[in-house]
């Protein structure tokens, strides 16, 4: 059974650094489409940043410059290394793992919180 597990996530200062990780275990033979969405209260949940299996990446325009998306395919683990974090960064982050052969095959994690605040 795939499960998506993502780790990393806690607590910041305006302007500090946090790694979110997401593990994809269950099917050592698939690759998958990655992206990192985040939900903060009362809004709805937006793309952050997504890398797909050839490694081409796209990023929310609040996310460009200040985050980065990479991914370690023999690991299948994806990473989301986030710098200058602003209040507005407060959200659940949600891993999402798609098989690059069946899109019908979607899975998502259960969310890290990660809390930027002075």
């Known amino acids: 059974q795939v499960q998506v597990v993502e780790s990393g996530g806690g607590s910041a200062r305006p302007g500090g650094s946090l790694r979110l990780s997401c593990a994809v275990t269950?099917?050592?033979?698939?690759?998958?489409?990655m992206g990192w969405y985040r939900q903060a209260p009362g809004m709805q949940r937006e793309l952050v940043a997504a890398?797909?299996?050839?490694?081409?990446?796209n990023y929310a325009d609040s996310a460009k410059g200040r985050f980065t998306i990479s991914r370690d395919n023999a690991k299948n683990t994806g990473y989301l290394e986030m710098n200058s974090l602003k209040p507005e960064d407060t959200a659940v982050y949600y891993c999402?793992?798609?098989?690059?052969?069946?899109?019908?095959?979607?899975?998502w994690g259960q969310g890290t919180q990660v809390t930027v605040s002075s």
């Open positions: 999402n793992a798609i098989n690059w052969k069946d899109s019908n095959l979607s899975y």
């Open positions: 269950g099917s050592s033979n698939s690759i998958y489409h």
């Open positions: 890398i797909n299996s050839a490694g081409s990446i």
